[in-house]
Every structure is written in structure tokens, then in C-alpha cells.
């Protein structure tokens, strides 16, 4: 397998890893955005959010939650971002799942442009009866 995360997780290439558990692998991210940027990474190849079996994303989460606390605490942030590109179109350049945890401060003057839209006439509750249709029972 072409993937780097992989080659780091069987420790063929190297990488500054701040956590390792039995199921997950947090490095620093190789080209942060601010530093201290982490990476937090399923050791299971999974290409995307959907497709990680759900006790790896359970541990995803509860290694990404320790590793917030880890920067929060030790680089004193006033903030940080938590997010996953899924599919090309969303940013996504290494296709293993993966989250980043992401340092913020008040003047790193890093902003989310978006461009909000609205529903009109009746789309909203056609949009959610859509999504609910295809989201099984409990």
C-alpha cells in the first residue's frame, strides 16, 4: 500500500508522535497551520469518515479529546478547531481518515468564509424528511 499514514503507523517513516494506542496514532501535522497542529489517525486504513468501524471512531475521538487537552494545556490556546476533509472536493489530500486538531489564538487571523444560504417555502422539511428516510431506527 501508497500510503503515508500507513508507512507511518508501521513506523517506516518517521513523524513526531505525540499519542500511540493499539487502535490510533496522533503525529504532528508535517505542514501545520498554526504549530502544534495534530493529526489523529485511525491505524486501520479506512479512506474516509464513513468508512471507519465504529470502535476506531469511538477511540478516534477519545485520542483526539486527549490530544485537544494536551495543546490547550501546554501551548496555553485560546481556542482550537477540530475538523476532517472527506472526498477531494472537501480538501481531503490523504485519503486515511484522519481528524486534526488545530491550535487557535485571538490574532492568527484565520477566518471560515461562508456563505450562508436559507430554505425557502418548504425545502427545509423536504430536505429533512430526505436525510431522515435514509438514517435507519435505533
Same mark, same amino acid.
Given at each position: 500500500?501508497?500510503?503515508?499514514?500507513?508507512?507511518?503507523?508501521?513506523? +517506516?517513516?518517521?513523524?513526531?508522535?505525540?499519542?500511540?494506542?493499539?487502535?490510533?496514532?496522533?503525529?504532528?501535522?508535517?505542514?501545520?497551520?498554526?504549530?502544534?497542529?495534530?493529526?489523529?489517525?485511525?491505524?486501520?486504513?479506512?479512506?474516509?469518515? %464513513?468508512?471507519?468501524?465504529?470502535?476506531?471512531?469511538?477511540?478516534?475521538?477519545?485520542?483526539?479529546?486527549?490530544?485537544?487537552?494536551?495543546?490547550?494545556?501546554?501551548?496555553? %490556546?485560546?481556542?482550537?478547531?477540530?475538523?476532517?476533509?472527506?472526498?477531494?472536493? +472537501?480538501?481531503?489530500?490523504?485519503?486515511?481518515?484522519?481528524?486534526?486538531?488545530?491550535?487557535?489564538? +485571538?490574532?492568527?487571523?484565520?477566518?471560515?468564509?461562508?456563505? %450562508?444560504?436559507?430554505?425557502?417555502?418548504?425545502?427545509? +422539511?423536504?430536505?429533512?424528511?430526505?436525510?431522515?428516510?435514509?438514517?435507519?431506527?435505533?
Amino acid at each position: 500500500m501508497d500510503c503515508i499514514f500507513c508507512k507511518i503507523i508501521g513506523h +517506516a517513516l518517521p513523524a513526531e508522535i505525540l499519542f500511540e494506542s493499539e487502535r490510533v496514532i496522533s503525529i504532528l501535522d508535517i505542514n501545520p497551520i498554526h504549530h502544534g497542529h495534530a493529526l489523529v489517525i485511525p491505524k486501520a486504513h479506512c479512506t474516509d469518515f %464513513l468508512s471507519v468501524p465504529e470502535g476506531d471512531l469511538q477511540e478516534v475521538l477519545r485520542v483526539t479529546q486527549i490530544v485537544a487537552r494536551a495543546l490547550v494545556g501546554s501551548l496555553r %490556546l485560546d481556542g482550537f478547531n477540530i475538523f476532517s476533509n472527506n472526498g477531494r472536493i +472537501a480538501g481531503q489530500s490523504v485519503f486515511h481518515f484522519h481528524m486534526h486538531v488545530t491550535p487557535r489564538y +485571538a490574532d492568527d487571523d484565520i477566518r471560515f468564509v461562508l456563505k %450562508l444560504k436559507s430554505y425557502s417555502g418548504g425545502t427545509m +422539511a423536504d430536505y429533512a424528511r430526505r436525510i431522515r428516510e435514509r438514517i435507519p431506527s435505533p
